[in-house]
C-alpha cells in the first residue's frame, strides 16, 4: 500500500497521509515527480506504459511516479528514475526545471543528461515494457498521434522551453 504526504495549496504540509487510489480531499495535494532524461544527441528517453496498467495503458511516457509519505521531492525523483528504467542518478545530476501545479498534485518537473544504452536500461515489470530514445519532433508527432499519454504531453507543452533551455537547444 502506498502513502502520500498532503500538502495545502501553497505546499504547505498538513500532517496528513493519503492512501493511493482512494479519492483526495479538495484543496489538498501530493508530490509527483515527472523526470526528462537528455542524451548528448538531444533525445529524450521515453518508456512504454504496461497494457495492465489503470490510467494511460500501452501508451508511451517520461518517468514519472509521486513521492511517498517522508520523501523528498528529489529523492522521489532518483527513485522513480532508478525504478522505472534502471537509471542510477546521484543528486548533483538531477535539476528541479519547475513546478506545475494541477487540482490535486504539484508535479516537479527534473531534468537530467545521461548516454546509456536502451539495452543496458531496466524496465519495471507492470510499470514499463520497453523504452527508446527520440528527438523531441519524434515525440511531438507521437503526441500528436495519441501515442503519448495526455497528462505527459500537457506537462511537457508546459516546461518544453525551459528544458530546450537548459540543454542549449535551439526553438
Given at each position: 500500500?502506498?502513502?502520500?504526504?498532503?500538502?495545502?495549496?501553497?505546499?504547505?504540509p498538513?500532517?496528513?497521509?493519503?492512501?493511493?487510489?482512494?479519492?483526495?480531499?479538495?484543496?489538498?495535494?501530493?508530490?509527483?515527480?515527472?523526470?526528462?532524461?537528455?542524451?548528448?544527441?538531444?533525445?529524450?528517453?521515453i518508456?512504454?506504459?504496461?497494457?495492465?496498467?489503470?490510467?494511460?495503458?500501452?501508451?508511451?511516457?517520461v518517468?514519472?511516479g509521486?513521492?511517498?509519505?517522508?520523501?523528498?521531492?528529489?529523492?522521489?525523483?532518483?527513485?522513480?528514475?532508478?525504478?522505472?528504467?534502471?537509471?542510477?542518478?546521484?543528486?548533483?545530476e538531477?535539476?528541479e526545471?519547475?513546478?506545475?501545479?494541477?487540482?490535486?498534485?504539484?508535479?516537479?518537473?527534473?531534468?537530467?543528461?545521461?548516454?546509456?544504452?536502451?539495452?543496458n536500461?531496466?524496465?519495471?515489470?507492470?510499470?514499463?515494457?520497453?523504452?527508446?530514445?527520440?528527438?523531441f519532433?519524434?515525440f511531438?508527432?507521437?503526441?500528436?498521434?495519441?501515442?503519448?499519454?495526455?497528462?505527459?504531453?500537457?506537462?511537457?507543452?508546459?516546461?518544453?522551453?525551459?528544458?530546450?533551455?537548459?540543454?542549449?537547444?535551439?526553438?
Amino acid at each position: 500500500m502506498e502513502y502520500w504526504d498532503l500538502y495545502d495549496e501553497n505546499r504547505k504540509p498538513l500532517n496528513k497521509t493519503h492512501q493511493r487510489g482512494l479519492p483526495q480531499n479538495e484543496n489538498e495535494y501530493h508530490i509527483v515527480v515527472l523526470i526528462v532524461t537528455v542524451n548528448s544527441k538531444n533525445q529524450i528517453l521515453i518508456t512504454h506504459r504496461d497494457p495492465n496498467k489503470e490510467s494511460y495503458p500501452n501508451l508511451w511516457e517520461v518517468t514519472v511516479g509521486s513521492a511517498l509519505s517522508g520523501e523528498t521531492s528529489k529523492k522521489a525523483a532518483l527513485r522513480e528514475l532508478f525504478e522505472e528504467t534502471g537509471i542510477k542518478c546521484k543528486d548533483d545530476e538531477l535539476f528541479e526545471i519547475s513546478t506545475i501545479k494541477e487540482s490535486a498534485a504539484f508535479i516537479d518537473v527534473y531534468l537530467t543528461k545521461k548516454d546509456i544504452e536502451i539495452e543496458n536500461l531496466t524496465m519495471q515489470p507492470g510499470e514499463t515494457t520497453e523504452a527508446k530514445w527520440i528527438s523531441f519532433s519524434e515525440f511531438d508527432k507521437m503526441a500528436e498521434n495519441g501515442y503519448v499519454a495526455g497528462s505527459i504531453v500537457r506537462r511537457l507543452g508546459i516546461v518544453k522551453n525551459l528544458i530546450f533551455e537548459k540543454i542549449n537547444l535551439k526553438i
